[in-house]
């Protein structure tokens, strides 16, 4: 292609085709983490006290917990 050598060729076009192929898989293979997260959180939180808090108080600042 371009009067290019086939080695740079496949460099050049390979090595980008590799990491796209890398990060569909990595996204495919971690779209349930956040359910996971939900799980062990409500089991670790099991016997750590109460679980309701008091009415109207929210456990985390309305920003998602970001200062």
């Given at each position: 292609?371009?009067?290019?050598?086939?080695?740079?060729?496949?460099?050049?076009?390979?090595?980008?085709?590799?990491?796209?192929?890398?990060?569909?898989?990595?996204?495919?293979?971690?779209?349930?983490?956040?359910?996971?997260?939900?799980?062990?959180?409500?089991?670790?939180a099991g016997g750590s006290g109460p679980?309701?808090?008091?009415?109207?108080?929210?456990?985390?600042?309305?920003?998602?917990?970001?200062?």
């Open positions: 292609m371009f009067g290019l050598p086939a080695a740079t060729v496949a460099i050049i076009f390979g090595i980008p085709a590799i990491w796209v192929i890398y990060t569909l898989v990595f996204v495919y293979l971690s779209r349930g983490w956040k359910a996971e997260d939900v799980a062990e959180d409500k089991l670790t679980t309701t808090s008091a009415p109207g108080h929210r456990s985390e600042p309305e920003n998602g917990g970001m200062a």
